[in-house]
């Protein structure tokens, strides 16, 4: 059987590049190695943003709708911002890729379950090799995750990325969600709700033991009393932050999603990057399918990565003075962060406007003191 394009992996890059493609008349096959659905380590936020990506009927996938947060330090003390419409939406994410998956199928996508992929023999028609046979395809894309069995084959390797870890438990934060800095030092934790529980997790780019942290702080916690710590699960993020740590594929293999480092390196999403590369990826694929990878790294470049390098200016800052930058989210910066999470402000305009006030929040006298104390008690 030959295909125009297999894609393998069945998160939202994977299910949303089979469904534009297949909008497009493509004859695509989609590999997913387990029984949808399946069980899918993520706090599962997606900003507003998102929205017009996404098929018809994603509102059924929502557990909740998310008006705005409260921004912590170290769980102690908190800005709080709620907007009349909501910003993020909150969704189980085994439901809402079989949700995304079962879209494409509509499209015409063929579905295949429990299958592993193997390897690909390169050539203008790819051998692509599963477990349960062998097709034949002018395109390939991995949409396979962090641990890319589709990149490893073309040489690639992850070099920067966050080490996550979550767990849920009883609480109920309804329509908002908390973001706490200072808990890790290159990183931050969050508790977003889900349905009537919440999820409690961190990220960090550091070396800390993230269950350890982790345990501390919901012990500690000055707002949220939390259930026992009881099956904490880690995963990895990639993210970039130049642009040369794209990884886009060779040839008419192509990458998208984590497997091709698409991710926001302040916050750690990468839903809404996935489907938007994904739809700019099935949009090179058959716009000019001899010249698809350079056409999928240009329309990239154009929509996508200006945004995450400077989003990774922002947390090389953030994350460095992490007082200061809790000092200055207050207010304006808040508003202008909810407004990115709807698509109506960038990371570049948050940099370019906001470096200023964020230096003079640095050296500030309190701000300044508060870093050097901070400093020296981490050395203890």
């Not at 707002?223 to 040369?244: D, N, R």
């Amino acid at each position: 059987m030959k295909y125009d394009v297999v894609v393998v992996g069945g998160g939202p890059a994977g299910a949303s590049t089979a469904r534009y493609l297949s909008q497009k008349g493509a004859k695509v096959l989609l590999i997913e190695r387990r029984k949808l659905p399946r069980f899918k380590l993520c706090a599962g936020c997606l900003s507003a943003r998102i929205t017009p990506l996404l098929p018809k009927g994603w509102e059924s996938e929502v557990l909740n709708k998310v008006r705005g947060g409260l921004l912590g330090f170290r769980g102690e003390v908190f800005h709080e911002k709620l907007e009349p419409e909501s910003v993020a939406y909150i969704v189980d994410r085994s439901s809402f890729d079989r949700f995304l998956v079962n879209s494409a199928v509509e499209e015409g996508t063929v579905l295949w379950e429990e299958t592993e992929f193997l390897s690909f023999e390169p050539g203008g028609t790819l051998r692509v090799k599963t477990d349960k046979g062998t097709v034949e395809a002018n395109f390939l894309v991995g949409a396979d995750g962090f641990y890319t069995r589709v990149g490893r084959q073309l040489g690639y390797r992850k070099e920067k990325y966050f080490r996550s870890v979550e767990f849920w438990t009883e609480g109920d934060l309804r329509d908002r969600v908390v973001i706490d800095i200072g808990v890790v030092k290159r990183g931050y934790a969050w508790i977003f709700p889900k349905g009537d529980m919440v999820s409690v997790g961190l990220a960090t780019t550091g070396k800390e033991n993230t269950l350890s942290v982790l345990k501390d702080y919901t012990a500690k916690h000055k707002l949220i009393k939390f259930g026992e710590v009881k099956k904490a699960k880690g995963w990895m993020i990639p993210f970039i932050t130049s642009e040369g740590e794209l990884q886009l594929g060779k040839e008419n293999v192509l990458l998208v999603g984590d497997a091709a480092n698409l991710v926001d390196p302040l916050l750690g999403e990468g839903i809404y990057y996935g489907v938007l590369g994904g739809r700019l990826l099935a949009e090179a694929i058959t716009e000019d399918p001899s010249n698809a990878l350079t056409l999928y790294g240009e329309k990239l470049r154009k929509e996508i990565l200006p945004d995450l390098i400077y989003a990774g200016k922002i947390a090389q800052l953030a994350y460095s003075f992490q007082w200061a930058a809790f000092r200055m989210a207050g207010g304006f910066t808040m508003d202008r962060f909810l407004k990115l999470l709807r698509g109506e402000e960038s990371y570049i305009r948050l940099y370019r406007e906001g470096l200023y006030d964020f230096v003079k929040s640095l050296l500030s006298f309190e701000n300044f003191s508060h870093i050097i104390i901070d400093k020296i008690l981490r050395r203890r």
